[in-house]
């Protein structure tokens, strides 16, 4: 029985399409909704502005809000409450090292763009191979 899931969320909607999925097909499950703040690099524009900020963890908790807010926001709709957490670091890692504390992982193929498809869905493949836990990639 699944009665703890994890939805790495970002602002994407293949992550709203896998915390939709996590709702629908684990409505009693309790769900927990991690935004991971990436390291910074050269292709990670947005990491690179929250490391430069006086306060990353704070810029960080800042940036998850809107995509808490739409999670709670579809949370709602189907008549749930979810818990959410904020990290920083490489996501995958993250999201491994959370995963140990769920039964499930949840989460998006890949995000918007082409460098996002390329970076998440690596983050995907890793998640799926290393993972202690069943995941779930929703399209």
């Given amino acids: 029985m699944i009665a703890r899931i994890l ?3 970002d602002d994407s909607e293949m992550a ?7 709702l629908e097909n684990h409505p009693e ?8 703040a990436g390291n910074p690099s050269l292709m990670a524009g947005a990491a690179t502005a929250l490391a430069l900020e006086e306060n990353p963890e704070a810029a960080a908790e800042e940036h998850a809000k ?4 739409d999670a709670r926001e579809l949370a709602a709709e189907h008549g749930v409450e979810i818990t959410t957490e904020v990290q920083m670091g490489h996501p ?11 039964d499930a992982v949840v989460l998006g193929s890949h995000s918007g763009s082409l460098v996002d ?10 998640v799926v191979r290393q993972s202690p836990v069943p995941v779930v990639v929703a399209r």
């Fill in 29 to 36: 499950a309790d769900i927990t909704v991690l935004h991971v």
């Fill in 117 to 126: 498809r390329l970076v998440i869905g690596n983050i995907a493949q890793k």
């Fill in 16 to 22: 709203q399409r896998a915390l939709e999925y996590a």
């Fill in 7 to 9: 939805v790495p969320m």
């Fill in 66 to 69: 809107v995509v808490f807010e």
């Fill in 92 to 102: 995958a890692r993250a999201i491994l090292n959370r995963a140990d504390d769920f």
